[in-house]
């Protein structure tokens, strides 16, 4: 079975096609006939040697990879979900060794699989799972009430788009970032102001929100650089790992979206968003797996709007 992967740790050229064992569901196991793999700025880091510490207890190859779409091909037993053969899912994925989403085939506990949004495509319905349980969890933290203030750094990003929508949805004032380039995207994703971005970025929402905002998403990894953007008492939430020191009475936390693993309810629930037109899929191109590290470079080169996707 064909794989994207790497024996060794580098640049885009690292990923290689290779060929991995066949897997089969076990109990509460669903296998996936993977059709498309929407490719993150995690998984550069899976491809770079930034998590080699964590992966050598594995051998290669190492697949990376975090959301995939694609058709139940096999379900083991007591699975209660649902979800059954030649049903099209989605499912996000914890990459560990050659279990990652750049595969022909996956196994997943059942309840990491979904069905896929009625009326897309497998490629299009790969680019919601892994960023938009980050979106959906970086809302839970922050624990924002209708009517108070979010500010999203990042916005034009696809894990800043999903926050965007789900603030809105949920009747909170989104004010966020974009380049110039941008500024109509972030607009039309629902953001009721739109500043510019950059490292200054906590003073142009100060300006409009002179007391600080209620809470902000930090897509753009400002770390403590936008923190005063955050009132008294406010709350902020990062995505690589960053905590603030104690300042202010701000409640920090840290998103980490592996925990969301298996919430099937919560990926459910964006599926359900798709379909009413709250949460907008965007795809920027595709690549077969033996061009997989152009994708990678595209990606690594930033300016890449929508997701990049691999289809097997």
Do not use: W
């Amino acid at each position: 079975m064909r794989a994207v992967g790497v024996m060794v740790h580098g640049g885009p050229e690292a990923l290689e096609v290779v060929e991995v064992p066949e897997v089969h569901a076990g109990p509460g196991e669903v296998r996936i006939r993977v059709h498309a793999a929407t490719v993150n700025p995690t998984d550069i880091m899976a491809r770079n040697g930034s998590r080699a510490e964590q992966q050598k207890v594995d051998p290669p190859p190492y697949v990376p990879g975090m959301d995939v779409a694609g058709i139940v091909d096999e379900v083991g037993n007591a699975v209660s979900t649902g979800v059954k053969v030649g049903d099209a899912v989605i499912a996000m994925v914890v990459p560990k060794a050659s279990h990652g989403a750049y595969r022909e085939q996956i196994v997943l506990q059942a309840r990491a699989v979904v069905p896929a949004p009625r009326g897309k495509s497998h490629i299009e319905a790969s680019t919601l799972p892994m960023n938009g349980l980050t979106a959906r969890q970086s809302l839970d933290l922050l624990g924002l009430s209708r009517g108070q203030t979010l500010a999203v750094t990042g916005a034009a990003g696809a894990y800043g788009g999903y926050i965007i929508q789900l603030a809105k949805a949920e009747g909170l004032t989104v004010i966020a970032d974009a380049s110039e380039a941008d500024h109509a995207l972030v607009t039309s994703l629902g953001a009721d102001i739109v500043v510019h971005r950059g490292d200054d970025v906590a003073a142009r929402i100060r300006a409009e929100f002179p007391d600080g905002v209620d809470g902000l998403a930090d897509g753009a990894v400002l770390n403590e650089r936008v923190i005063p953007a955050v009132r008294d008492g406010g709350a902020f939430t990062s995505v690589r790992g960053f905590s603030g020191e104690a300042q202010r009475g701000i409640r920090f936390t840290t998103t980490f979206v592996r925990s969301y693993d298996c919430e099937f309810e919560k990926l459910d629930r964006l599926r359900q968003q798709v379909e009413a037109g709250v949460l907008t899929l965007r795809v920027a191109d595709t690549y077969p797996p033996e061009r997989a590290s152009e994708a990678h470079r595209r990606l690594q080169d930033g300016g890449t709007r929508g997701r990049l996707v691999i289809t097997f």
